[in-house]
């Protein structure tokens, strides 16, 4: 039996902003013999092209980042508030000094040799990757970087 059960990610009830803001989530790429994980409470989910996508942000000192740019998957994952402790450890800390698996007990689950995520996780987004380009600070409209808030309001219109 399957640990994790596959869902049409249009059917979520999370609040994705939520999680990303308050509980965080682990980036993860490789293959089984070599991977790593990082921490991240920045991305964006949505649909582009009538299909649903994820953007991550990368920061290119991460180690995470080689793995990411070096495998055509990763997973984002999320865990319930009782594993924050561990997705800041994992936030702290590289992968090139530190076996964050071995000192935090996450137990690496593979859905197959080179799509990562791990047991203790209550929502994986598998994602594959479709485009990959730098930030440019020269071509940010607002300085994104140093605002706390970019949306400013959100309208849902009744029906």
Not at 29 to 36: D, I, R
Not at 65 to 76: G, K, M, P, Q, S
Not at 84 to 98: D, H, R, T
């Amino acid at each position: 039996m399957e640990l994790f059960e596959n869902i049409n990610v249009k059917t979520l009830s999370v609040n994705l902003f939520h999680q990303l803001d308050n509980e965080w989530m682990l980036i993860t790429a490789g293959t089984q013999e070599n991977f790593n994980t990082m921490t991240a409470s920045w991305g964006s989910f949505g649909i582009l092209w009538n299909k649903p996508i994820a953007i991550t942000f990368i920061r290119p000192q991460r180690y995470t980042l080689n793995f990411v740019e070096a495998n055509e998957y990763f997973t984002l994952s999320f865990f319930d508030n009782s594993y924050k402790s561990i997705l800041n450890f994992c936030g702290q800390y590289s992968g090139k000094e530190v076996n964050k698996i071995a000192k935090t007990g996450l137990k690496p689950y593979f859905f197959n040799k080179n799509i990562i995520t791990y047991e203790q996780a209550m929502l994986v987004f598998e994602c594959r990757k479709i485009y990959v380009d730098d930030l440019k600070h020269k071509t940010l409209l607002i300085k994104i970087l140093s605002q706390k808030f970019i949306l400013q309001r959100i309208f849902i219109k009744y029906l």
